[in-house]
Nanobody
Framework: QVQLVESGGGLVQAGGSLRLSCAAS????????MAWYRQAPGKQRELVAS???????NYAESVKDRFTISRDNAKNTVYLQMNSLKPEDTAVYYC???????WGQGTQVTVSS
């Protein structure tokens, strides 16, 4: 049974930082592409960043140079370091395994102005 457990969300002021973590179990993590998505109220879920098994990364234009995705295969965990946060980054952030269609439960990030 695949489980993706996100943590690290919270309330932060604009300009602040947060680091999200997603601990995975029940899948071959080291060979899986992992991704972070987010969904703001009234908006569609959108890709934030992804990281392939070999480490190649991809970012949404809106978060480039502010967010960094990384992975620790020894811990079966993917991270999203978010710096210079803006109110428009407020959303529920989800961990996702693209090739398998698995989603985590989400973690709320709220950025106050």
């Amino acid at each position: 049974q695949v489980q993706l457990v996100e943590s690290g969300g919270g309330l932060v002021q604009a300009g602040g930082s947060l680091r999200l973590s997603c601990a995975a179990s029940g899948l071959a993590f080291s060979i899986s592409t992992m991704a972070w998505y987010r969904q703001a109220p009234g908006k569609q879920r959108e890709l934030v960043a992804s990281i392939a098994s070999g480490g190649t990364t991809n970012y949404a234009e809106s978060v480039k140079d502010r967010f960094t995705i990384s992975r620790d295969n020894a811990k079966n965990t993917v991270y999203l370091q978010m710096n210079s946060l803006k109110p428009e980054d407020t959303a529920v952030y989800y961990c996702y395994v693209p090739n398998r269609g698995y989603w985590g439960q989400g973690t709320q990030v709220t950025v106050s102005s």
